[in-house]
């Protein structure tokens, strides 16, 4: 870490703290044995070192490419921005808006055309760094590298409080978390390989539909994948690194921007205990996002905090001015994670209002143009089919919408107005309907202020002493944005909204786990670092508090414990040692395969379906009907998500729900419809007795299939033969 200058105090107590949180996290994990949230530490060890020749040329790979990506994105940034880079932290995230920017229009401009291949994605990188190299140095400019102090205790706290994700990886070959791979892995192997997407509404795996669609995310990582030429579920496993090292960049960057730069390692150590952290070790749209967020939040807020106001930039070095740049940022969260995205732009909103005068000119034009460019997730998510070519579309009308907001302040002006009258009539609706608001404000709020304890207590901290943070109004509008979202879903009727009424009702909530507690963090390390500089205080009284905080955060000290899938505040401890279990045992312990998902004869389905890819007989669009028992995917071969087909379930347990929106799941009643309709060229059958009737085979057969494949676990037809 960074150690500003004091007068000595304080690093004597970050040293202490770092101690004592490392003290904590191994005392801890002593205390979970191994238990259900404990491990063996010799078997553990044992296996992430026998994993780790498997996982590392992958992961080595991955890193290589992303970095690159992430060049090619700074480049672009660098272009835009007209001039150097003031901080290193700046041009990464900066040029991390950039390259998810960059992805989702080689998506749009490649995929409809089934161009979304490896050399020509290797090709438009190149000549991005060919581009930066003759056009666009320097990069960074004088000081833009932090000397950075790492090698003390707290460092070391630091590092291990991060450790669990990268820990994890490496004793992962494939992503470790049972949704990813329907949401994530598939529509990334899809394009891997196929190099193609018809409709964006395209769904590989039987389970999600349209609605769990993240065009952003599909598009990083579907780039990633067919980047590096590895089987998705590994690709998006190694891209833990990654993701972690950005994420607690994009950490240091906004605390930086809303309390300073003394309270940046703070934050990390907080951040560690929040779900966000718990969930980097399975690269999920929900943790991939925050650079983004971060991003732009800081960017806004050091707009907000700037004296004297900057002007909005329209030098002729400047291709963009900031107001549309900060929309770039905004409309790329909101692809890649909608609702992360769209509380960012919420946020982004309340500044605007409360403060015209410090966020309106940058504000208005960046609400208008992430607005546009994420119409095509809108789209998508209601079940409107558009081509991927939309996405390129949409972010042309988005910059140019933005520009004509630029120029013309009027309508900044009215925009603000129309806002402000639009909130007095909500406030007012909201007087009349106070009993209700009040309720759904309580019943939202309640889940979430239970999961973050510890966390509060330093944020309280941070108000009593008024730390920076505690002064910031973007971080007061980010926890504004995130409760209010809270007691709207509690005004969603139980009775009679249908599965949509359903998923507002448990998803939104959910999801607020991944924004609340984060900017709670960070009014926690506020106050950390408000009380370790509080000089007004005994030394003895700041190290009694910051020892008592560090303490309670590294000890699994609770009257209930907690589950490895816990939504809610993290012990250091207990990350680590949940991620250290999962090393040991595989994350996808209960499944045919505690590491890979699929067993030998699973495989060899996979691959037989891989063979008739590479054979041509199977496209992009051809559909296969899969019937099984079950659809679960410990039980049925995820053919979806581990070849990229768009496969449909016959399955005994088809259901309808939140979680199984996709519309491909049949019962077995239709099973005589499908195979006569002459829709699907291949079903693979996986026969299991007692719960299967005994003449599926026969009827299969009956209905003009071939066997081209079999072995113990199922058998493969085609059609015709």
């Given amino acids: 870490m960074e150690r500003p200058h004091d007068d000595g105090s304080a690093t004597r107590l970050t040293d202490l703290v770092g101690i004592l949180g490392l003290a904590g996290i191994a005392l801890g994990t002593v205390l979970l044995g191994s238990g259900d949230l404990g491990f063996d530490r010799v078997a553990a060890i044992t296996a992430l070192f026998a994993w780790l020749p498997v996982t590392l040329p992958g992961v080595a790979l991955v890193l290589v490419w992303a970095a690159v990506e992430l060049a090619a994105g700074v480049v672009l940034a660098r272009a835009i921005r007209g001039r150097p880079f003031d901080g290193l932290d700046e041009a990464i995230l900066g040029g991390f808006v950039l390259l998810v920017v960059k992805d989702v229009l080689a998506l749009g401009l490649l995929a409809g055309f089934g161009q979304f291949s490896q050399p020509?994605?290797?090709?438009?990188?190149?000549?991005?760094?060919?581009?930066?190299?003759?056009?666009?140095?320097?990069?960074?400019?004088?000081?833009?590298?932090?000397?950075i102090d790492a090698g003390t205790p707290f460092g070391a706290l630091l590092v291990a409080a991060w450790a669990a994700p990268v820990l994890l990886m490496i004793a992962s070959p494939v992503v470790p978390f049972l949704d990813v791979l329907p949401n994530h892995v598939a529509p990334a192997e899809h394009l891997r390989t196929f190099g193609s997407l018809g409709s964006l509404t395209d769904t590989q795996s039987p389970i999600y539909g349209p609605?769990?669609?993240?065009?952003?995310y599909t598009a990083l990582l579907g780039t990633i994948t067919t980047g590096a030429g590895l089987p998705a579920g590994q690709a998006l496993s190694a891209f833990i690194l990654p993701s972690t090292l950005l994420t607690a960049i994009a950490i240091w960057r906004l605390a930086t921007a809303l309390g300073g730069r003394g309270m940046a390692p703070w934050a990390l150590l907080t951040f560690a205990m929040t779900t966000s952290m718990a969930r980097l070790g399975d690269a999920r749209a929900t943790v991939v996002v925050l650079p983004l967020v971060a991003w732009?939040?800081?960017?806004?807020?050091?707009?907000?905090?700037?004296?004297?106001?900057?002007?909005?930039?329209?030098?002729?070095r400047q291709l963009l001015p900031d107001g549309v740049v900060l929309g770039l940022g905004l409309g790329a969260a909101m692809l890649l994670h909608p609702v992360i995205g769209f509380l960012a732009a919420l946020t982004v909103l309340g500044?605007?209002?409360?403060?015209?005068?410090?966020?309106?000119?940058?504000g208005v034009p960046g609400l208008v143009t992430g607005a546009?460019?994420?119409?095509?997730?809108?789209?998508?998510?209601?079940?409107?089919s558009l081509p991927p070519g939309a996405l390129v579309v949409s972010v042309v009308l988005g910059v140019a919408a933005g520009l004509a907001v630029e120029?013309?302040?009027?309508?900044?002006?009215?925009?603000?107005?129309?806002?402000?009258?639009?909130?007095?009539?909500?406030?007012?609706?909201?007087?009349?309907?106070?009993?209700?608001?009040?309720?759904?404000?309580?019943?939202?709020?309640?889940?979430?202020?239970?999961?973050?304890?510890?966390?509060?207590?330093?944020a309280v901290v941070a108000g009593v002493l008024r730390a920076s943070a505690a002064r910031s109004l973007v971080l007061w509008a980010a926890l504004g944005a995130g409760f209010g979202v809270a007691a709207l879903t509690q005004l969603v009727p139980e009775e009679g909204s249908g599965l949509l009424g359903e998923a507002l009702r448990f998803e939104l909530p959910k999801t607020l786990h991944y924004w609340v507690p984060v900017f709670a963090a960070l009014l926690a390390a506020g106050g950390l670092e408000a009380l370790l500089r509080a000089d007004r205080l005994p030394v003895v009284v700041r190290g009694v508090g910051l020892a008592a905080f560090v303490g309670t955060a590294a000890l699994p000290l609770r009257s209930t414990p907690i589950d490895a899938f816990y939504l809610g505040e993290h012990r250091l401890s207990e990350t680590f040692s949940i991620a250290m279990r999962w090393v040991q045992t595989g994350f996808w312990k209960g499944f045919p395969d505690s590491r890979y998902v699929v067993d030998g004869p699973r495989q060899e389905i996979l691959d037989a379906v891989?063979?008739?890819?590479?054979?041509?007989?199977?496209?992009?669009?051809?559909?296969?009907?899969?019937?099984?028992?079950?659809?679960?995917?410990?039980?049925?071969?995820?053919?979806?998500?581990?070849?990229?087909?768009?496969e449909t379930d016959v399955t005994n347990d088809a259901v309808v729900s939140i979680h199984t929106v996709g519309g491909r799941l049949r019962p077995m009643a239709e099973l005589g419809a499908l195979l006569s309709g002459g829709a699907y060229p291949y079903v693979l059958l996986e026969p299991s007795p007692g719960e299967l009737p005994p003449d599926l085979r026969?009827?299969?057969?009956a209905a003009g299939y071939t066997p081209i494949f079999a072995n113990g676990q199922g058998e493969l037809f085609a059609r015709g033969g």
């Fill in 120 to 147: 020509v994605l290797i090709g438009i990188d190149v000549g991005i760094l060919v581009l930066g190299a003759f056009g666009f140095r320097p990069i960074l400019g004088p000081g833009a590298i932090p000397a």
């Fill in 351 to 362: 500044c605007v209002l409360a403060v015209p005068a410090r966020a309106r000119d940058i």
């Fill in 372 to 384: 546009l460019v994420a119409l095509p997730q809108a789209a998508t998510m209601i079940g409107l």
């Fill in 698 to 701: 026969d009827r299969i057969l």
């Fill in 211 to 216: 609605s769990r669609i993240f065009l952003g």
């Fill in 407 to 458: 120029a013309f302040p009027a309508i900044r002006a009215t925009a603000v107005l129309a806002g402000r009258a639009a909130a007095v009539v909500l406030a007012l609706l909201a007087v009349l309907a106070a009993g209700p608001i009040i309720r759904a404000a309580v019943a939202g709020a309640a889940p979430l202020l239970g999961t973050i304890e510890v966390t509060i207590v330093a």
């Fill in 296 to 316: 732009s939040l800081a960017v806004l807020a050091e707009r907000m905090a700037a004296e004297p106001l900057p002007p909005v930039r329209r030098s002729g």
């Fill in 610 to 646: 891989r063979a008739e890819i590479e054979a041509g007989r199977i496209g992009p669009d051809t559909p296969i009907l899969h019937v099984a028992a079950s659809f679960q995917q410990w039980r049925a071969v995820p053919l979806g998500v581990f070849d990229g087909v768009t």
